[in-house]
């Protein structure tokens, strides 16, 4: 997929199928300031995050407090992880 620039109020969108094999893996770095997380955005073989992101349902918003993953089906943004 290579490297995507997604600026403020920007989103970036993707679709795709799990590998049968289960070893799917998209991931991303963000940055604010000097601060940066890379993160993995789909991984099949995390059990944590595979019951939490569903392809069609779900993805990450970027706040000023750290990372969320938006769920649809419950209406919420999940904390994930803070700005180191």
């Not at 940055?31 to 349902?57: C, E, F, H, P, T």
Request: one cysteine or more; aromatic letters at 24%.
């Amino acid at each position: 997929m290579g490297t995507h620039w997604v600026g403020p109020n920007s989103e970036y969108e993707w679709r795709f199928r799990p590998s049968i094999f289960g070893n799917t893996l998209f991931w991303c770095h963000v940055w604010k300031g000097g601060s940066q997380i890379v993160y993995d955005a789909y991984y099949a073989d995390d059990d944590k995050l595979y019951d939490r992101v569903y392809m069609d349902n779900s993805y990450w918003v970027v706040k000023d407090d750290g990372l969320y993953l938006r769920q649809f089906w419950k209406g919420v943004d999940v904390f994930w992880r803070p700005w180191p």
